[in-house]
């Protein structure tokens, strides 16, 4: 089963070399928006349809210290008994959001990497 998150060891160093890069944190925002993105369009493409609404309310977002997605909201308002599963309705579990990080994580890690490479190049450190 996924975890649906991605977790480093050494959080606090990696942080620290982050910080090295973008003292603000903001060029970032759009680093994390981009690696959302991947899981978001997959999570889309794999959720439970029938008239569509589920998959129109898969989103990303990417602020200056994390990305994430999400789905549901007031046209989906059922996306979390879909997601986790219902049992006193008799709802199993479709996690497609989970299925879809697990699906897309080595690309999420590429693209993550590559574009904290070319942030560390743009800032003239290295």
Do not use: C
């Amino acid at each position: 089963m996924a975890t649906g998150a991605i977790r480093f060891e050494g959080m606090r160093e990696f942080r620290a070399a982050l910080k090295a890069i973008d003292d603000d944190f903001s060029d970032l925002k759009g680093v994390h928006k981009d690696a959302a993105e991947i899981v978001a369009r997959r999570a889309a493409v794999i959720s439970p349809q029938r008239e569509g609404m589920l998959r129109d309310s898969v989103d990303s977002k990417g602020t200056k210290h994390k990305g994430y997605v999400r789905a549901g909201g007031r046209s989906a308002v059922y996306a979390g008994p879909i997601h986790f599963g219902w049992p006193a309705r008799n709802i199993k579990p479709q996690p497609f959001l989970y299925d879809a990080l697990d699906q897309r994580r080595g690309e999420v890690l590429d693209q993550y990497f590559y574009r904290l490479k070319s942030l560390k190049r743009m800032k003239g450190l290295g």
